[in-house]
C-alpha cells in the first residue's frame, strides 16, 4: 500500500462513524418520544460495547488475509472458516499497513451490525438486551462472517477453489454488515414480540409514527457522508480499487441512495396521495445499503437501477411485514438492511462481466440466510432466557426513558396518549 | 413449526456448499445453488409462519 493510499484510507476510515451517527439519529427518530433517551444512549453504549468485545476478542476471530486460522480440508480443498490472531488486539501496532487499515473498518462494521437490531426492537427492547446482542454479534457472528469475506475465508476463496468470478464481493459491507444485522433484527423482533397494542386483537395493526420526522431525514444526511467513505475505504481495502476509480465509487453511492430515495417517494406518493417522510428516508437508506454492495463494480447507470430497484421494493416490503407478516420493525430494518443488503450483493454479481460471479454472490447470500439466521436467533433466544429482552409491560406504557434511565428526553413535552390503551 | 423452519434453512446452505463440490460444470452448479436458495427460501417462510401463530394466540 502506498503512503498516498493509506493516508486517504485512515481519512476515509475517520469519517465513516458519520454513517453510525446517521444511523442513530435515524433509530432515534423512527422510535416514540417517552423511549427517544434510551434510544440514542442505546446506540452509543452498543457501539461501545461491540468495540470493546471486538477488540477482546472478535479481532482474533476475524484475522487478517494471509493470517493464521483454521481451515477444514473437504472436497480436494481447503474451507478457512475462522481465524486465529493475537487476543486483545496483540502486536497491532506492528502489523502491516493494510491489516491495521482492516482492523479499524471492522471497528465502525461491527458497531453498525450491532446497531441495527437495536433500532428494530425500539420502545419495548430493553439495554441490558441490546448489550447483550451487541456482545453476541461482536464476539462471534461477525468476526465469522468477516472472516469469510473479508480475511480470506471459503467465500474469499470461492475463485481459487473453484472459479466463481473473483470470490464473494462485500466490498462495502453489505452482507457482513447490513444483511448479518438486519436478519439480527428480525431474530430480535421475533423474540421480543411487538409493541403493547401494535397488533389489537380486532382490526388492522396501530400506526404508531416516529416522533420526530426532523432527526429522521437529517440522519440521511449525516449517513450519506459517513457511506460515501466506507464504500470508498472498502473499495481500497478489499478490491485494492486504484484511487483513480473512487469517484466512480462516490458517484454510484450517491445515484443510489437518490434513485431509491426518487423510487420511495413516487410508490407512496402514488400509494398513499402524499409521500411518506419516513418512508422516504428508509428508501435513501436502502439505496445505500444496496450501494454498499455494488457501489465499487458497477457503472453509473447500473447504480441507478440498484437504487431504484431498491427503493420500490423497500416501501412495500415494510408494508407487507406489517399488514401481512404481523412483524412489527419501527425503524424497518430488516427491509432496508437484510431486503436491500442481498439485493446489493445479487447486483453485484448481476453486472458483473465476470464468469461465474453471480454464482459467487448466490453462494454468499446462501451462507447469510442458512447460517446467520439460525445461529443468531437460536443465540438470542438462549439469551432472553438469562436476560429479558422485552420490557415489562409497566416499563413499556411508562416509556423506557423513565423506566431505564429515570428521566425523559423532553421532560417539558405533554405526555402523549398511549395506543396501548385503544 | 417456528424452530423446523430454522433448521431446514442450514439444509439449503449445505445443499448449495454441496453443489460447489458436487458439480464442476457451471450448469448444474448454479441451479443447485439456486435450489439450496430456495429450501432456504422455504425454511424461512415456514419460521415466518410459525412465528405468525404464535402471535396471534398472544397479542399484547
Known amino acids: 500500500m502506498t503512503e498516498a493510499s493509506f493516508a486517504l484510507t485512515l481519512a476515509l476510515l475517520l469519517l465513516a462513524p458519520l454513517a453510525i451517527a446517521g444511523m442513530a439519529l435515524i433509530n432515534t427518530g423512527l422510535g416514540r ?41 473437504t472436497g480436494g480443498k481447503l474451507w478457512g472458516w475462522i481465524g486465529n490472531g493475537p487476543f486483545l488486539l496483540g502486536g497491532f501496532g506492528a502489523a502491516a499497513d493494510h491489516a491495521q487499515l482492516a482492523t479499524i473498518f471492522e471497528f465502525w462494521s461491527v458497531a453498525m451490525a450491532a446497531l441495527i437490531p437495536w433500532g428494530s426492537g425500539a420502545d419495548r427492547f430493553r439495554l441490558a438486551g441490546g448489550c447483550a ?33 473473483t470470490g464473494f464481493l462485500d466490498p462495502g459491507g453489505a452482507a457482513a454488515v447490513h444483511v448479518l444485522g438486519g436478519l439480527s433484527a428480525l431474530a430480535v423482533v421475533w423474540i421480543a414480540g411487538p409493541r403493547r397494542g401494535k397488533f389489537p386483537k380486532e382490526g388492522l395493526s396501530t400506526a404508531m409514527p416516529g ?11 449525516v449517513a450519506l457522508v459517513g457511506w460515501l467513505a466506507w464504500n470508498a475505504a472498502g473499495a481500497i481495502l478489499w478490491l485494492q480499487a486504484p484511487l483513480a476509480s473512487l469517484p466512480v465509487t462516490a458517484v454510484n453511492t450517491i445515484l443510489a441512495a437518490c434513485a431509491a430515495l426518487t423510487a420511495t417517494f413516487a410508490v407512496t406518493r402514488f400509494r398513499f396521495g402524499k409521500p411518506d417522510a419516513s418512508l422516504c428516508a428508509n428508501g435513501w437508506l436502502a439505496g445505500l445499503v444496496a450501494s454498499s454492495g455494488c457501489a465499487a463494480v458497477v457503472t453509473p447507470g447500473k447504480a441507478i437501477f440498484a437504487g431504484l430497484v431498491a427503493g420500490i421494493v423497500t416501501p ?6 406489517e399488514l401481512a407478516l404481523s412483524i412489527d420493525d419501527p425503524s424497518g430494518a430488516i427491509t432496508v438492511h437484510a431486503a436491500a443488503g442481498l439485493w446489493g450483493i445479487f447486483a453485484a454479481g448481476l453486472f458483473s462481466a465476470t464468469s461465474g460471479q453471480l454464482v459467487a454472490q448466490l453462494v454468499g447470500a446462501a451462507a447469510l440466510l442458512g447460517v ?12 432472553n432466557r438469562f436476560i429479558a429482552f422485552r420490557v415489562d409491560p409497566d416499563g413499556e406504557r411508562l416509556g423506557m426513558d423513565l423506566h431505564e434511565l429515570g428521566g425523559g428526553a423532553y421532560p417539558e413535552f405533554v405526555i402523549h396518549r398511549d395506543e396501548s390503551y385503544r | 413449526m417456528k424452530y423446523a423452519g430454522l433448521l431446514v434453512m442450514p439444509a439449503g446452505f449445505f445443499l448449495t456448499v454441496a453443489a460447489l463440490v458436487l458439480f464442476p460444470a457451471p450448469g448444474p452448479r448454479a ?30
Request: charged letters at 10%; aromatic letters at 14%.
Open chain 1, 372 to 383: 446467520v439466521l439460525p445461529v443468531v436467533y437460536l443465540l438470542f433466544a438462549l439469551i
Open chain 1, 133 to 165: 446482542v451487541a456482545v453476541v454479534l461482536a464476539a462471534f457472528v461477525f468476526p465469522l462472517f468477516s472472516f469469510w469475506t473479508w480475511s480470506g475465508g471459503w467465500l474469499a476463496e470461492l475463485a481459487a477453489n473453484f472459479g466463481l468470478g
Open chain 1, 33 to 73: 418520544s417517552r423511549s427517544a433517551a434510551q434510544a440514542l444512549l442505546g446506540n452509543l453504549a452498543i457501539a461501545a460495547i461491540a468495540a470493546i468485545v471486538f477488540a477482546f476478542v472478535g479481532a482474533s476471530l476475524s484475522g487478517v488475509a494471509g493470517g493464521p486460522g483454521f481451515a477444514l480440508y
Open chain 1, 211 to 221: 416522533h420526530n420526522a426532523v432527526y429522521v431525514l437529517f440522519g440521511c444526511f
Open chain 1, 316 to 321: 412495500l416490503m415494510v408494508e407487507l411485514l
Open chain 2, 31 to 60: 441451479a443447485f445453488v439456486v435450489c439450496g436458495l430456495a429450501v432456504e427460501a422455504m425454511g424461512l417462510a415456514v419460521a415466518v409462519r410459525g412465528h405468525m401463530h404464535r402471535r396471534g394466540e398472544e397479542r399484547p
